[in-house]
């Protein structure tokens, strides 16, 4: 079966880090991936789709990688700060007809100051 | 700006009651989405109407019952609630279009209905 998964539930890391955050999928070849954050209380919110025939996608101090061969995306935070700190989704469309989009349990993502 | 809203924002009902959750969006999409969120489960889709007049199951659509009134409006029902369904529901909206050959599927959310059932 189709599944997403993001590398763990949480992750801490200090202020002015790069933080990296893991997607992994299996069984299937997206023709894009997404990226969302969380915040508590909040509903997702759109971040970064990149293509699959895109290697990489910047959006100022976000860096989005997507390999198809290791069927596995990277999101990266440089110059992390304590307002980056919330959960972050990755999704997909795993229906091949742009109609869904399944999504990863998150990584709560904590930047200590 | 209101993008997409959700009502109620909270309710807490006894096994067996009834109740809708009501969502409008105000972008003119086409698509729209209802999942639930649960603890270490992340979003899973409960049914989904495409375009005005048209409604899907998703994965986890047993329980619940929807209505895509319009295009702005798209409601969740839950007939007889019960302690399974204890979750926070977010409504989504998408315009899923084709770009350069790839059609996209970005979805904007509600805030969410915090929903407890006793």
């Known amino acids: 079966s189709q599944k997403i998964e993001q590398n763990s539930e949480a992750l801490n890391i200090q202020e002015g880090k790069t933080a990296t955050l893991t997607c992994n999928y299996t069984?299937?070849?997206?023709?894009?991936l997404q990226w969302y954050r969380q915040d508590p209380g909040r509903g997702p919110v759109f971040l970064l789709l990149?293509?699959?025939?895109?290697k990489e996608k910047r959006k100022e101090r976000l860096k989005v990688t997507f390999d198809t061969t290791l069927k596995q995306s990277l999101f990266h935070i440089t110059a992390s700060q304590p307002a980056d700190s919330a959960t972050y989704l990755c999704?997909?469309?795993?229906?091949?007809?742009?109609?869904?989009?399944?999504f990863g349990s998150g990584t709560q993502l904590t930047v200590l100051p | 700006n209101a993008g997409v809203t959700q009502t109620p924002k909270f309710q807490v009902l006894k096994t067996g009651q009834s109740m809708t959750l009501q969502c409008a969006q105000d972008m003119n999409h086409n698509s729209m989405y209802w999942y639930r969120q649960d603890p270490g489960m992340g979003l899973r889709l409960i049914y989904y109407s495409a375009s005005e007049g048209t409604t899907d199951k998703g994965e986890v659509p047993n329980g619940y019952n929807v209505s895509r009134l319009n295009k702005r409006e798209f409601s969740l029902r839950l007939e007889s609630a019960a302690p399974s369904q204890t979750s926070v529901y977010f409504c989504?909206?998408?315009?899923?279009?084709?770009?350069?050959?790839?059609?996209?599927?970005?979805?904007?959310f509600g805030a969410g209905t915090r929903l407890s059932v006793l």
């Open positions: 999704a997909l469309d795993l229906s091949g007809s742009a109609r869904q989009l399944t």
């Open positions: 990149i293509r699959e025939n895109e």
């Open positions: 989504a909206s998408s315009e899923v279009r084709a770009g350069g050959g790839l059609a996209k599927n970005i979805q904007y």
């Open positions: 069984n299937y070849s997206p023709a894009y």
